[in-house]
């Protein structure tokens, strides 16, 4: 779906825009961002608002369709928050009730991108001209003509069961600049429905990160879909996929949708752009590299450090000997991270990490804008990759994943432990209070006596609320998050987490919030 308009609203747009970008559109406290945004807008902005606003409502509404059943086909059916929703009426009531926060910042997103394309009108026009490419997708701009032929294959090969023998789910990123992703959003959000799969998809001008999950066939449809797309064609190979055991249950609905960046960094694509990042080095040889970090004598003397970039509680569950494990609680923290502790990494040699090397492509370019390091690398691929190589290598302990399995093991380590007694575990569960997101680490033993939120807080909380009734505006406030300060500061490579594998004691630690 296009996001271009008409040249004659030009000017207006641009004004809209200027006003646009002088709210807070991070501010948490607006109750209702709608009404409290249109109130500071004059009256030719109200209107790009309204336009920005109704397409962002009807791209959100779109994610949501799904297959009716074949005796009524022609039926337009629509699922969300796993309520089934069979006429527009009911659809448009729950987003507007439910997801106005997120209808908010997609409409964001949508002036933002005609800002975008204001500014770069003129030199665009002169390079249609002369891009076969631009051309040949502008003539097959339905996002049919982009999905792939199904009708040899059972439905049912297409769809995935909970075995996870039968299914697949793909992890994979493509950092490259992209005209019109609202266009890309409206065709990934049908190839994936195409496809019966579940998932998310993140796409913004600086390009698109996945995660999707179904049956075997459909996933391997869809990685010959991405590579054959002129748009990705050319930055996109198969090994740039990461599969793992898994399927369509393994995440809720599917997810598409259109943002200023495709991981959460916090900050401006064109303050901080991926074609910086560090020195890309493969498996094998960040392998040689810890190796060698963790052969020398003194790693505190060491002009390398070794960099975990992901949250706390993936660390926490599984990590490389020897690293520096920041206890932040989202990756838009790393950034005030790196300012913190930038002596630590003055002179050094940085080797940085991550899930699937997403994160370190941004990561490794801030840390590299600092002007500290000696020099950054990161690990191509990941953990991810790294497992698929050595799966006994130099990283110890499960693999975080962002989806209902929450961990993927590769070998038998055991690096983290109970929050109640400190036995090895490392099988996070949600809290037991209701309203609370937050992961925990309770062995059986634990469980079986109750002991079953992530912290005495929580536990108390959910011990008032069965006793008496629910309330809807139940605020979660527990002293896992009250206590942990928001960045911390390392003291010096000492930081570092230990090389062997007996974790101690950890009563009252707790999870993350799953953000």
């Not at 336009?51 to 039926?75: G, S, W």
């Not at 080095?281 to 970039?309: M, R, W, Y």
């Amino acid at each position: 779906m296009p996001s271009s308009t008409s040249s004659d609203q030009g000017d207006d747009e641009e004004a809209c825009i200027l006003r646009f970008s002088d709210l807070d559109l991070k501010d948490t406290n607006l109750t209702n961002p709608s009404i409290d945004l249109k109130a500071e807008l004059d009256g030719i902005t109200k209107k790009k608002y309204s336009f920005a606003k109704k397409k962002a409502f009807a791209l959100f509404v779109k994610t949501k369709q799904v297959l009716a059943p074949p005796f009524e086909c022609k039926e337009k059916w629509w699922k969300c928050c796993q309520q089934l929703f069979t006429d527009s009426i009911g659809i448009h009531r729950h987003v507007a009730t439910q997801h106005a926060d997120e209808i908010y910042h997609q409409s964001a997103s949508i002036l933002k991108q005609m800002a975008v394309t204001l500014s770069t009108s003129e030199s665009l026009r002169s390079a249609d001209r002369k891009n076969p490419l631009k051309e040949y997708l502008t003539h097959s701009h339905e996002v049919s003509a982009w999905l792939p032929d199904i009708s040899c294959f059972s439905p049912d090969l297409l769809i995935s069961d909970h075995n996870c023998e039968e299914g697949e789910v793909l992890l994979y990123y493509c950092y490259h600049d992209l005209e019109d992703p609202h266009w890309v959003c409206a065709w990934q959000t049908a190839l994936c429905q195409h496809l019966h799969l579940t998932g998310k998809v993140r796409i913004a001008t600086e390009g698109i990160n996945g995660t999707v999950g179904g049956s075997k066939l459909a996933t391997r449809l869809y990685v010959e879909v991405m590579l054959s797309c002129p748009l990705f064609k050319d930055y996109l190979c198969k090994d740039d996929f990461k599969t793992s055991k898994g399927g369509a249950h393994c995440f809720p609905e599917m997810r598409v949708g259109v943002f200023e960046e495709i991981v959460p960094m916090g900050i401006s694509p064109s303050k901080i752009s991926y074609k910086k990042s560090g020195i890309h080095l493969s498996p094998g040889e960040f392998h040689k590299e810890v190796e060698k970090l963790l052969s020398q004598a003194s790693q505190e003397q060491s002009n390398t450090i070794l960099l975990d970039c992901r949250n706390f509680y993936e660390s926490k569950i599984g990590r490389f000997q020897g690293c520096i494990a920041p206890n932040i609680r989202k990756f838009s923290y790393f950034p005030s991270y790196v300012d913190k502790n930038l002596e630590l990494f003055r002179e050094k040699r940085v080797l940085m990490y991550c899930t699937g090397g997403i994160r370190c492509e941004r990561g490794s370019a801030y840390l590299k804008a600092k002007g500290v390091c000696k020099e950054v690398f990161q690990l191509k691929g990941g953990i991810h990759k790294y497992l698929e190589e050595f799966p006994n290598g130099f990283y110890k302990g499960k693999l975080f994943v962002f989806d209902e399995r929450y961990a993927l093991s590769y070998n038998s380590d055991v690096v983290s432990a109970c929050s109640y007694c400190g036995a090895q575990w490392d099988q996070y569960k949600l809290c037991s209070t209701t309203q609370c997101r937050q992961l925990v680490l309770t062995c059986p033993a634990c469980r079986g006596q109750g002991y079953t939120a992530c912290c005495v807080t929580c536990q108390d909380k959910g011990s008032k609320q069965a006793s008496g009734p629910t309330q809807d505006s139940f605020k979660e406030e527990c002293e896992c998050t009250a206590r942990r300060p928001r960045i911390p500061r390392e003291l010096s490579q000492h930081a570092q987490l230990p090389v062997n594998l007996e974790p101690g004691p950890t009563v009252g630690e707790d999870g993350p919030l799953l953000v």
